[in-house]
């Protein structure tokens, strides 16, 4: 199976020297995309494995200044596309400018924050099409028509269609109501060539078989931190690769 995988961490998860070890196995393991959570006291949309992770990660230390050191060593270890996936508060503590100036800085490609709709951006949107960084809209089945061709209309690089409502971690079972879902955004799209990423409780290969079709690529995010958890003995570094030859083989 060769489908082209987002893969996801969080920073300083399981701590600082660990999110790195994870970072390079998700790369040496053939992820096409890294995306790097900065973890958040309240992270509205993610599931009880993302939320424990950044917990942890925050009492490992984490701060912003920390984040960017580590996608700088990971910057160094790969030129992998990097996404940065972060929540509007952090971004509007830091200044929206200055934020992105860091993202740029720093190598980041793309830009994912799940609670900013558009029309509230503070310019965000705008401005990272200025610097060249990819600000990727997150939609979910529940959007409706109208929202939907709004948002391709802005003509984003990448589009995060999350494969069902409510938050990450739970097991999504692939089927006819969302990969309907995935073929009504490319029909919305009126022949524009956004770049559909979908994620959302995707933990196994037949769950990536089945969406590759229909994708640019599929995120895959807790299943690595469970497999984090579940680990033993194992080092970040061997859990995670162990993980990713089982998705992708």
């Known amino acids: 199976m060769n489908h082209p995988l987002m893969t996801h961490l969080v920073a300083y998860y399981p701590d600082r020297e660990g999110s790195f070890q994870v970072a ?4 040496d393991g053939g992820a096409a995309y890294l995306e790097v959570q900065f973890p958040f006291s309240d992270p509205t949309a ?3 494995v993302i939320q424990t992770a950044c917990a942890r990660a ?5 701060r912003v200044g920390g984040g960017f050191e580590l996608i700088a060593r990971i910057r160094e270890h790969s030129d992998i596309p990097l996404f940065l996936m972060c929540y509007a ?4 503590f830091h200044g929206v400018e200055a934020f992105l100036g860091r993202c740029l800085s720093h190598g980041v490609r793309g830009i994912i924050v799940p609670d900013l709709p558009l029309e509230n951006d503070e310019n965000l949107f705008a401005m990272a099409a200025e610097l060249g960084i990819w600000a990727v809209p997150v939609v979910a089945p529940t959007v409706r028509e109208e929202r939907i061709r709004f948002i391709v209309g802005k003509k984003p690089v990448y589009l995060y ?4 409502a409510g938050i990450t971690g739970a097991e999504t079972e692939i089927g006819e109501h969302n990969i309907g879902f995935l073929r009504w955004i490319a029909a919305c799209q009126g022949g524009e060539d956004t770049r559909i990423l979908a994620g ?3 933990s196994k290969a037949d769950q990536i078989t089945a969406l590759a079709p ?4 599929v995120i895959v995010g807790s299943a690595f931190i469970r497999a984090v958890i579940e680990g033993g003995d194992c080092s970040p570094y061997d859990a ?3 993980k990713m030859e089982e998705l992708i083989g």
């Open 214 to 217: 229909h994708v640019h690529a």
């Open 161 to 164: 269609a999350a494969l069902r």
């Open 24 to 27: 390079r196995a998700l790369i």
């Open 46 to 48: 993610d599931g009880r």
């Open 58 to 62: 925050l009492e490992q230390g984490f």
């Open 200 to 202: 959302f409780g995707i």
């Open 89 to 92: 508060n952090t971004i509007f």
């Open 240 to 242: 995670v690769m162990g």
